[in-house]
Nanobody
Framework: QVQLVESGGGLVQAGGSLRLSCAAS??????MGWFRQAPGKEREFVAN????????YYTDSVKGRFTVSRDSAKNTVYLQMNSLKPEDTAAYYC???????????WGQGTQVTVSS
């Protein structure tokens, strides 16, 4: 069974940076990415990457600030977050879709808190 292990969250001041990592134990990866959920809000898409092509997608609010990347040899996806804002404060969840037709597999979440 595929498992995802996230790391890299923490507390940072506005304007700072953090890098999240998510390592997958499985071998089949179609797409990996990140969602986030702030208190009292619905979970929202942040970014993802197509594993075979490296094509990336971002929600508008993070474009130009966040970068999603992958290390195929390590089955790991990263989220580099720069110019962080207090509104980026949320629990960040990594996800993996093994194949196009498969449902997503979710990580345990890692908290990112941005102070003003």
């Amino acid at each position: 069974q595929v498992q995802l292990v996230e790391s890299g969250g923490g507390l940072v001041q506005a304007g700072g940076s953090l890098r999240l990592s998510c390592a997958a134990s499985g071998r089949s990866i179609y797409r990996m990415g990140w969602f986030r959920q702030a208190p009292g809000k619905e979970r929202e898409f942040v970014a993802n990457i197509m594993w075979s092509t490296g094509v990336t997608y971002y929600t508008d609010s993070v474009k130009g600030r966040f970068t999603v990347s992958r290390d195929s040899a390590k089955n790991t996806v990263y989220l580099q977050m720069n110019s962080l804002k207090p509104e980026d404060t949320a629990a960040y969840y990594c996800y993996l879709r093994p194949r196009f037709s498969d449902p997503e597999i979710w990580g345990q979440g890692t908290q990112v808190t941005v102070s003003s």
